[in-house]
């Protein structure tokens, strides 16, 4: 996933295929393969975490690594709805960085002119 990350601004596709091998995948086919499901969440969620700002208008470059994390986080979560109590307690700050920091970040004032 590290590659991914140098290409932010085009792997909308790779995150599509990459849902669409999972969701289409037996349970069967995803044990076969060995993964450590849980492991491969919080490793999503570390990432998700330490992101740096992408997006900064809504006009303006899509996030698409931001989005294709978040999307696989939630096929997972669906596939395997324990894997959320797991994740969160064990890495118990991933929704309020999420909330506060990412999604709906409380401006400082520092960028803001004066009235």
Do not use: W
């Not at 996933?1 to 990459?18: G, H, S």
């Not at 969620?45 to 208008?57: C, F, G, M, N």
């Amino acid at each position: 996933m590290k590659v991914i990350a140098e290409y932010r601004d085009k792997c909308e596709q790779y995150f599509k295929l990459v849902e669409n091998l999972y969701s289409r995948s037996t349970q069967q086919d995803l044990e076969s393969t060995k993964i450590d499901f849980k492991e491969l969440a919080l490793s999503i969620a570390s990432r998700i975490s330490k992101l740096e700002p992408y997006e900064v208008t809504s006009v303006g470059d899509k996030d698409y690594l931001l989005q294709g994390y978040m999307r696989l986080l939630e096929a997972l979560f669906r596939r395997y709805p324990g894997l959320k109590n797991s994740v969160l307690e064990q890495n118990n700050k991933f929704v309020i960085e999420l909330l506060h920091s990412c999604l709906f970040e409380i401006p400082d004032g520092k960028d803001c002119l004066p009235l």
